[in-house]
């Protein structure tokens, strides 16, 4: 099901929000500051390509890439963030658009703090062991 969904999604506009994904990317690195920003923003255009199966999952963000994530989130990153956050929530409406409203979600949760964040497939997340 996962890969059916994938193809919906590439022909319904993964493909089309990976090119401009990828161009925010090559923006971001013009500007010198934000060049691990736009470092993610190519992560972000490889995941839209093929993104149900994969989630976003936190990593290690050292002094800097904090300092980044608030200079980003103030000047660019609310408003992508908002962007995608509107469009999961319009996908929402109907029973079918669910699965992909919730790939915006997970965009917008990236697109907001990029640094600190990967996309890992679902498979390779440790599942935690219940308590006996």
């Known amino acids: 099901m996962k890969t059916f969904g994938n193809i ?3 022909i319904f506009g993964g493909l089309i929000s990976s090119i401009f994904s990828f161009l925010a990317g090559v923006v971001c690195c013009i500007t010198i500051i934000f060049i691990p920003v736009g470092l993610q923003y190519f992560k972000v ?3 839209v390509l093929w993104p149900m199966g994969k989630k976003v999952v936190a990593t290690n963000c050292n002094g800097f890439k904090t300092f ?3 200079l980003w989130a103030i000047l660019a990153g609310w408003e992508g ?3 995608y956050a509107l469009v999961g929530l319009i996908l929402c409406i109907t029973i079918i658009g669910i699965p992909f409203g919730k ?8 697109i907001f703090l990029p640094l600190g964040h990967d996309f890992v497939p679902e498979e390779d ?3 935690e062991k219940a308590a006996a």
């Open 81 to 83: 963030f908002l962007a």
């Open 103 to 110: 790939q915006f979600f997970k965009i917008a949760k990236f």
């Open 45 to 47: 255009a490889r995941f």
């Open 68 to 70: 980044l994530n608030v």
């Open 125 to 127: 997340i440790p599942v």
């Open 8 to 10: 919906i999604w590439l």
